[in-house]
């Protein structure tokens, strides 16, 4: 049965299935991920939106830092576990995901971090932009994040103006942003940490990603024991939109 919050959209499968979770990026929200969300459900996964607080509908506090969003997303996901975790998330989610993995915050079969940066260095003129004029530095992330092709074509999804879709989920949580792009920007790991862990990882890049590079996704690539990085050759930051094809496992 479903269970639908201002904090998460949960659908249960069924109570052997795997279950996914999908972590959103800055200034978005759990409706990000509502396409692979219903894929995967019908695939005969359980999957698990999260609304992070101050996103979407959920109206608690904001967090500050990628640690906090971590543990806050670790408590939704063991009230919903299952014997097989797939932790799922997109730029800044993918740091929360990394984090709950590196801290023990949940039992993760696998973890998938699509369109990761390490560390995700956010340049001064933007985090500025995202304090004091939040639709210019929307527009200018759109525009960085995508490739000519997909703004002008949309996206291989039919129907679909790719940066007015991303805008309009973006404008909904634009009173998140500065505090999103500062905690990607202050979150800072120790590799010796990272080659600790276990956990199996699966990195998805875009080659024409300027917001985070392929080379980042490379290096945090290297760092880990087992992990292995997919690169989507035509494709810039927004990855599940631009290219779904290529991005479902």
């Given at each position: ?36 969300n ?13 609304n ?33 975790n ?22 993760a ?39 000519t ?64 590079p ?36």
């Open positions: 049965m479903p269970a639908i919050s201002d904090k998460y959209n949960y659908k249960n499968f069924s109570d052997k299935s795997p279950l996914v979770v999908f972590v959103h990026g800055a200034g978005c929200d759990s409706t990000f991920w509502s396409l692979l219903r894929y995967y459900f019908f695939k005969g996964y359980s999957t698990l939106a999260i992070l607080p101050g996103h979407g509908n959920n109206k608690e506090k904001k967090l500050s830092s990628i640690e906090e969003m971590a543990h806050y997303t670790g408590k939704i996901v063991k009230k919903y576990s299952s014997k097989k797939i932790l799922v998330g997109h730029s800044m989610g993918s740091l929360i995901c990394l984090s709950m993995v590196m801290n023990n915050l949940c039992d079969y696998k973890t998938v971090l699509i369109g990761v940066s390490l560390p995700m260095l956010v340049s001064n003129s933007l985090l500025n932009m995202s304090k004091k004029n939040t639709d210019d530095a929307i527009s200018n992330m759109i525009n960085w994040s995508l490739p092709e997909s703004k002008l074509r949309g996206s291989h999804l039919i129907g679909i103006s790719l940066p007015n879709f991303i805008n309009s989920i973006m404008s909904k949580n634009q009173n998140n942003l500065y505090f999103d792009l500062n905690a990607c920007n202050k979150f800072i790991v120790n590799e010796h940490d990272l080659k600790r862990i276990e956990s199996s990882f699966l990195i998805i890049s875009g080659k024409l990603d300027k917001m985070t392929l080379k980042s996704s490379s290096f945090l690539n290297s760092k880990l024991k087992k992990s292995y990085l997919e690169v989507i050759d035509d494709c810039g930051h927004f990855h599940i939109h631009e290219r779904s094809d290529k991005v479902r496992w």
